[in-house]
């Protein structure tokens, strides 16, 4: 059974950070593209950020680039979302996602694997 498991998230006060974790586990996705989303409350699930599966390529939401990061280990067949400078309007469930070819990265209708999302909320 293929699982995308997120960990990481929790509270933390406006201008920290966090470093999210998505362990994938009963395939490996060395040869995937792995995605993080948002969803914020209220609001739709929104791209977060992509990386390509040797990692040298990489994605951002135009809104974000700058504040968060995505790398990943292939050997542990984990990707990570570190969060800098977190604002109160960052708290959402995010989400890690996995395709092996998504035509978009920057649509969740192209990821077949989706985690069951960790909750990151930022205080003012």
């Known amino acids: 059974q293929v699982q995308l498991v997120e960990s990481g998230g929790g509270l933390v006060q406006a201008g920290g950070s966090l470093r999210l974790s998505c362990a994938a586990s009963g395939r490996t996705f060395t040869s995937a593209v792995m995605g993080w989303f948002r969803r914020a409350p209220g609001k739709e699930r929104e791209f977060v950020g992509a990386?390509?599966?040797?990692?040298?390529?990489?994605k951002y939401s135009p809104s974000l680039k700058g504040r968060f990061t995505i790398s990943r280990d292939n050997a542990k067949n984990t990707v990570y979302l570190q969060m800098n400078g977190l604002k109160p309007e960052d708290t959402a469930v995010y989400y890690c996602?996995?395709?092996?070819?998504?035509?978009?990265?920057?649509?969740?209708?192209?990821?077949?694997?989706w985690g069951q999302g960790t909750q990151v909320t930022v205080s003012s």
């Open positions: 990386i390509s599966w040797g990692g040298r390529i990489t």
């Open positions: 996602a996995a395709d092996d070819n998504p035509g978009d990265w920057r649509s969740l209708n192209e990821y077949d694997y």
